[in-house]
């Protein structure tokens, strides 16, 4: 399969598909009667002025695309954490980016939408956590499967500054052991430099 080399494309992606484990994880806990109110009328009530009017299915497919949208969002910002930081501890890295991005976003929509639309009991508010966090490791998992190599080869950001002091090895071989320095294109340079005259 052709991996995909582009990082915002990855990442819109990558987002798509956490938003398929948040909305399964947040239909799940609706259905079971856990949690008061599903993410997307949350959403809908944005533009809405009531619950009822929230749960009307024209609204309800407006949440999703805020849904869609927010979590390709998502999807680039954890595309661009992986691209900067690597690979290593990809659950560890995927719920900083899935729970801090969804807090964000949870508590931007409380201010922004309708006070009658948000459910005001915490089990609600744990269980939207729960679901950030599927959105986080499908989320973090798909864009390392589907992502190209190159994306992912950040040079070392301290490769470019040459030393300017010899290394512990470098001194003991000037004092006349024989142990090859770590760099051996600096002793020339070190030398022109101390032997300039005063």
């Known amino acids: 399969m052709k991996k995909i080399n582009n ?5 819109l992606i990558s987002g798509v ?27 809908a009530g944005i533009i809405v002025s009531s619950r009822l009017k929230a749960e009307r299915w024209p609204e309800q497919i407006l949440g ?6 927010l979590c390709m969002v998502g999807g680039i910002a954890m595309v661009k954490m992986l691209t900067t930081y690597g690979r290593d501890k990809l659950v560890l890295k995927g719920l900083f980016v899935g729970l801090t991005f969804g807090k964000a976003v949870t508590t931007i929509l409380n201010k922004i939408s309708n006070k009658k639309v948000i459910p005001n009991d915490t089990m609600s508010n744990i269980l939207y956590i729960i679901s950030h966090a599927a959105f986080a490791l499908a989320s ?17 950001q301290n490769d ?3 030393p300017t002091e010899k290394t512990i090895e470098q001194i003991k071989e000037s004092n006349g052991n024989n142990i090859q320095p770590a760099y051996p294109y600096v002793n020339n340079e070190l030398e022109e430099i101390t032997n300039v005259p005063r």
């Open 160 to 162: 470019y500054s040459k």
């Open 64 to 69: 999703v695309l805020i849904e869609v949208g």
């Open 17 to 43: 598909a956490g938003w398929l484990a948040f909305i399964l994880t947040d239909i799940f806990f609706v259905k079971k009667g856990i949690s008061k109110r599903s993410y997307q009328t949350i959403a």
């Open 140 to 156: 973090v998992f798909t864009a390392t499967k589907l992502g190209d190599d190159s994306l992912f080869d950040t040079p070392p």
């Open 7 to 11: 990082q915002v494309y990855l990442g």
